[in-house]
């Protein structure tokens, strides 16, 4: 085997970083990637303490054709590495005094429907034909183009299909069509949450993730979403992709135009290390890497152009260990039982810490009997915030967490707060210390209507020619499977790039 000729230098070894770099390996890159903690997975980690595992971010495991579609890449299966099991109910969602499981049945789902709204089943087939639609286009086409020129969407597919595409509708005028009662269409508007903005400000092309929630279903990996990162990182060490942990990325030096080494430091021993490379990759926040890394003059974008890009939310989390079971409860559950509107209003219109929060619960134990003790709950909670708010204290997150368990005491009808004998919080502070994240943010930019595909940051530098991004902050925007898929499209394009210089 001939040793690669061409070096590339990823930073960050999260869900896009990983996958750029094995993409790039493959196709005979000599890899490094240099990752500030001291194991892969960025947002993604897990932490091990007293008996329980927590994962620290993603906790939804949607689209596993996306998954499967990137192991076969490296003639691999989802199979290989970790065992699926497909959630039913997919999960509950709490509204003023009652609550729904959404079955896994879709014809299960589409009676529950009917049950409140005559007409909603057949309304449902409908609204799902042309979510299919969108899902195949956009997910097999739109998101793999780099997002470098309005070329990439001259497609006669395309072309034909704009309309049904339903780029320039709402995605709240568009459930609005099909379903009048107002827990349908907050079910409906749920999905888009996940792109980080309101229903009325996201376009209706993202009804496709209703059809990756109804259709694809909700899905959890054995032993947690962590067992994805493992997956990951086998897989791109045995494509020949070194990582080295505990070493963080403080400077870029750039020569007439090209970026020739990397300057780095142990988080351990602050040893200095340079690297050279042929090509340098972005792949932890692309605002930080830009602002301080770069100096001034290589920089794409300027600081008013970041300030008014809008932000999808930032997070506030606890990751809880309960010494008991619980009784009824299920592994996903959403609490819409306060004022959607003016949570909402929080987040993007007027930013402030929510006064009546719509929150998430996770219960995975209720699946996975090994991410906590025998007898005891493992339970991971989060609320949305808003970006960039101030006043992160522990004060502060000791109300809203005292807040959630007395609603969760209530909605559940048990005791939880005598059976705590875990606790951590998560929030603002923290995505900014661990991953220099812009604002504080969770997710990324919101995939708003201005801010999609050529709108988004550019996924190469426009200033440095062998500088490039991958990740949240460009194409295709955020979330687990769209970061896996931009490592891809950053590699080929990439590679594309020096195959015909």
């Given at each position: 085997?001939?040793?690669?000729?061409k070096?590339?230098?990823v930073?960050g070894?999260?869900?896009?970083?990983?996958?750029?770099?094995?993409?790039?390996?493959?196709?005979?890159?000599?890899?490094?990637?240099?990752?500030?903690?001291?194991?892969?997975?960025?947002?993604?980690?897990?932490?091990?303490?007293?008996?329980?595992?927590?994962?620290?971010?993603?906790?939804w495991?949607?689209?596993?054709?996306?998954?499967?579609r990137?192991f076969?890449?490296?003639?691999?299966?989802?199979?290989?590495?970790?065992?699926l099991?497909?959630?039913?109910?997919?999960y509950?969602?709490?509204?003023?005094?009652?609550?729904?499981?959404?079955?896994?049945?879709?014809?299960?789902l589409g009676?529950?429907l009917?049950s409140?709204?005559?007409?909603?089943?057949?309304?449902?087939?409908?609204f799902?034909?042309?979510?299919?639609?969108?899902?195949e286009?956009?997910?097999?086409?739109?998101?793999?183009?780099?997002?470098?020129?309005?070329?990439?969407?001259?497609?006669?597919?395309?072309?034909?299909?704009?309309f049904?595409?339903?780029?320039f509708?709402?995605m709240?005028?568009?459930v609005?069509?099909?379903?009048k009662?107002?827990?349908?269409q907050?079910?409906m508007?749920?999905p888009?949450?996940?792109?980080g903005?309101?229903?009325q400000?996201?376009?209706a092309?993202y009804?496709?993730?209703?059809?990756?929630?109804?259709?694809?279903?909700?899905?959890?990996?054995?032993?947690?979403?962590?067992?994805?990162?493992?997956?990951?990182?086998d897989?791109?060490?045995?494509?020949?992709?070194?990582?080295?942990?505990?070493e963080?990325?403080?400077?870029?030096?750039?020569v007439?135009?090209?970026?020739?080494?990397c300057?780095?430091?142990?988080?351990?021993?602050?040893?200095q290390?340079?690297y050279?490379?042929?090509?340098?990759?972005?792949?932890?926040?692309?605002?930080?890497i830009?602002?301080?890394?770069l100096i001034?003059?290589?920089q794409?974008y300027?600081?008013?152009?970041?300030?008014t890009r809008?932000?999808?939310?930032?997070?506030?989390?606890?990751?809880?260990?309960?010494?008991?079971k619980?009784t009824?409860?299920?592994?996903?559950?959403?609490?819409?039982d306060?004022?959607?509107?003016?949570h909402?209003?929080?987040?993007?219109?007027?930013?402030?810490?929510?006064?009546?929060?719509?929150?998430?619960?996770s219960?995975?134990s209720?699946?996975?009997?090994?991410?906590a003790?025998a007898?005891?709950?493992?339970?991971?909670?989060?609320i949305?915030?808003?970006?960039?708010?101030?006043?992160d204290?522990?004060?502060?997150?000791?109300?809203?967490?005292n807040?959630?368990?007395?609603?969760?005491?209530?909605?559940?009808?048990?005791?939880?707060?005598?059976s705590?004998?875990y606790k951590?919080?998560?929030?603002?502070s923290?995505f900014?210390?661990?991953?220099?994240?812009?604002?504080?943010?969770?997710?990324g930019?919101?995939?708003?209507?201005?801010?999609?595909?050529?709108?988004?940051?550019s996924c190469k530098?426009?200033?440095?020619?062998?500088?490039?991004?991958t990740?949240?902050?460009?194409?295709?925007?955020?979330?687990?499977?769209?970061?896996?898929?931009?490592?891809?499209?950053?590699?080929e394009?990439?590679?594309?790039?020096?195959k015909?210089?």
């Amino acid at each position: 085997m001939q040793s690669p000729t061409k070096k590339a230098l990823v930073i960050g070894a999260g869900f896009a970083g990983m996958s750029v770099a094995t993409f790039l390996a493959k196709k005979g890159w000599g890899v490094t990637v240099v990752e500030k903690h001291n194991l892969p997975g960025g947002r993604a980690r897990k932490f091990e303490v007293d008996g329980f595992t927590f994962d620290m971010g993603p906790s939804w495991y949607w689209m596993p054709d996306v998954f499967e579609r990137y192991f076969n890449s490296f003639g691999k299966k989802v199979s290989d590495f970790y065992t699926l099991k497909r959630l039913d109910p997919s999960y509950r969602v709490y509204f003023d005094e009652t609550y729904w499981d959404m079955p896994a049945n879709y014809n299960a789902l589409g009676a529950l429907l009917e049950s409140v709204e005559p007409g909603a089943a057949k309304a449902l087939d409908q609204f799902m034909e042309e979510a299919k639609f969108k899902y195949e286009v956009g997910v097999g086409k739109l998101v793999h183009q780099p997002g470098i020129s309005l070329k990439e969407f001259v497609d006669m597919d395309l072309i034909k299909g704009v309309f049904k595409l339903d780029v320039f509708h709402s995605m709240k005028k568009h459930v609005a069509r099909f379903f009048k009662h107002p827990y349908i269409q907050k079910l409906m508007e749920f999905p888009v949450l996940f792109l980080g903005a309101l229903p009325q400000n996201t376009p209706a092309l993202y009804s496709l993730m209703n059809y990756a929630d109804i259709k694809g279903g909700t899905w959890y990996p054995e032993f947690g979403m962590y067992s994805i990162v493992q997956a990951m990182y086998d897989t791109a060490k045995a494509e020949g992709v070194v990582f080295n942990f505990g070493e963080e990325a403080l400077q870029i030096e750039v020569v007439n135009g090209m970026a020739k080494t990397c300057l780095t430091k142990s988080t351990l021993t602050g040893v200095q290390k340079h690297y050279e490379f042929e090509v340098v990759v972005g792949a932890g926040d692309y605002h930080h890497i830009e602002t301080k890394l770069l100096i001034n003059k290589y920089q794409s974008y300027t600081a008013s152009y970041w300030d008014t890009r809008t932000m999808a939310p930032s997070s506030l989390l606890y990751y809880v260990g309960l010494n008991k079971k619980l009784t009824g409860v299920t592994h996903h559950s959403l609490f819409f039982d306060t004022d959607f509107e003016l949570h909402g209003k929080e987040i993007y219109t007027d930013p402030s810490w929510p006064s009546k929060p719509l929150f998430y619960a996770s219960v995975p134990s209720v699946t996975d009997a090994t991410v906590a003790p025998a007898g005891c709950e493992n339970l991971f909670l989060l609320i949305p915030v808003a970006a960039g708010l101030e006043g992160d204290t522990e004060e502060v997150r000791d109300k809203y967490f005292n807040e959630l368990i007395a609603r969760l005491e209530q909605r559940w009808g048990q005791t939880i707060s005598d059976s705590i004998v875990y606790k951590k919080s998560y929030a603002i502070s923290d995505f900014k210390s661990d991953y220099h994240s812009f604002k504080g943010n969770a997710y990324g930019l919101a995939n708003t209507l201005l801010q999609t595909a050529i709108l988004k940051p550019s996924c190469k530098s426009k200033k440095v020619k062998n500088l490039y991004y991958t990740g949240q902050l460009t194409v295709p925007g955020p979330g687990v499977p769209p970061s896996l898929i931009s490592g891809e499209v950053v590699a080929e394009l990439i590679h594309k790039n020096y195959k015909t210089n």
